[in-house]
């Protein structure tokens, strides 16, 4: 007999990666609509929980209104002989899993940035309380996490309630976080990888070093070690990384032999530190992206929460579409916020020096991890709104840019010569390929080409 046989729901692996779309949600918890809203995990002693316990402060779900977004907060008390605060980020992430295997709920991200919807369909079936959901989570943690001996869970739509929560959660997360700094790369024998989303993202795989955080920003590396120990045969395993190919770029052998079995070949080498030839894959759960600015040669960032068009006009939703799904792109690199003060963030291509935008609140948070002859340098929203007005401002405040523009020019033009390309996509239309109907959708994809030209040449498309 299943243990959801009682439930008005389907709960199965089957739901991991359903999609709810705006016109089809009963209610949105949290979002991006929502300054307020987070998830935590906190273990006590096995005396100090009453197991089964379950707490909604606020309004339950047939209290909000239909089609609207609420703040939300959810906290996860835990406790067990073997349960120690390492495992407090690993049974908070498994939230993004539990939650996805409810028919027609939806999660999305994790720690303060959270998504959640649920279906107009499934709220007509009987899932009308947040008792239900804390009934779904506490036996799956149960189940899959026999650790747990005990669980209880509180529910917040108080806007109050989860907005003084909001100050408590963020501090307990930066003093999870704080702990991995200071850790590098080759003092460890083994990286950890993270499957987690790739029901959502099936050649994604999270490589997890003690300089570079999970792109969810949920999971250090003590947290990786902690969960390969206590569930050796789950979404977060070790990678003996092997040898290292390029201490820059942060390319090892034993990566990249787990990248192609993970990614069914797909994906054949990672690079970890560089958003050029072979960067790190996103799912679509990375806290924010850098992203590529041809126009000055740098790059910008931007966090899920920013609302706003960044410098050159798009939005976070457009930028995370172009690198979401497991995909490499050239230009685009998915992180976490954590990752942006390692040491290592980005040194292939130049690290803080090549960095020249980003949104004010971000810049606020990782203040202390920027070098200080850059704080100035790097412009946000409230300096300049469009590329033409930021490359103004580089050339003002004397940005490291300028420098790598004004060497660039003193180049001496190079004879015409071969360029080899990692991976060239061409949209369908670039030129007739005899055989194929015109209008027909397609992609060509040259992998390892090597391209001769004497000349590029690069024009806006009118047709679109």
Known sequence: MSMFEDLPVDVGIIYEGERIRGREMQIELGGPREDFKFELVQALALDEIEDGKMEIIGPD????????????????????????????????????????????????????????????????????????????????????????????????????????????????????????????????????????????????????????????????????????????KGPVFEIPHGECIDDVTGEYDGVNDVIREKSLGEIERVQLYTAFGYPHTSCGCFEGCAFYIPEVDAFGVVHRNFRGETVNGLNFVTISDLTAGGRQVDGFHGLSIEYMRSPKFMQADGGWERVVWMPVDIKQRILDFIPPEMVEKIATEEDVASNEELRSWLIEKEHPIVQRWESALAEPTEEPGEITVPTLEMPAGAFPIQGIPSGMGFRIILKNAKIKAEKMVIKADSGR
């Open 61 to 232: 779900l047939p209290e909000l209104p239909e089609g609207t977004n609420t703040p939300f907060g959810m906290v996860i008390y835990v406790a067990g002989e073997a349960i120690e605060k390492d495992l407090e980020g690993v049974v908070e992430r498994r939230l993004h899993e539990y939650v996805n295997f409810i028919e027609g709920f939806m999660h999305l991200n994790q720690r303060y940035d959270i998504q959640l919807r649920l279906s107009k369909k499934s709220y007509g079936k009987g899932f009308n309380s947040f008792r239900i959901l804390g009934d779904v989570l506490m036996r799956l943690y149960k189940s899959e996490m026999p650790f747990i001996e005990k669980i209880s869970i509180t529910f917040m739509t108080d806007p109050a309630a989860v907005e003084e929560w909001y100050s408590k959660v963020m501090e307990i997360y930066e003093s999870r976080d704080a702990r991995a700094r200071g850790m590098k790369d080759n003092e460890v024998d083994v990286f950890y990888g993270c499957s987690l989303c790739q029901s959502f993202a099936p050649t994604h795989l999270c490589v997890i070093t003690p300089q570079r955080y999970a792109n969810c920003g949920a999971i250090s590396w003590f947290d990786g070690r902690a969960t390969a120990k206590i569930d050796p």
